[in-house]
């Protein structure tokens, strides 16, 4: 499932992202891989926050659906 449609507080695995290779490695750098684990910390308004080990980070609704992850 898209990560703008996961449950909210959910610790998450990361399964694919479809996105170019550009977007990819910004998302690598910031610690969003395949395989990875990641938290859906809230949503709305069109931005997710997601946490990664000790980081927040905001993620807008188009790049939230590339990133497919499992409960």
Known sequence: MP???APIGAELTVVKITADEKT????ENLGIIVGGSI???SGGSGNIIVGIKN???AIDSGLALK????V
């Open 24 to 27: 990819k490695r910004h998302l």
């Open 67 to 70: 990133i497919h992850v499992n």
């Open 3 to 5: 990560l703008l449609v």
């Open 39 to 41: 938290k859906s910390l």
């Open 55 to 57: 980081s927040r980070f």
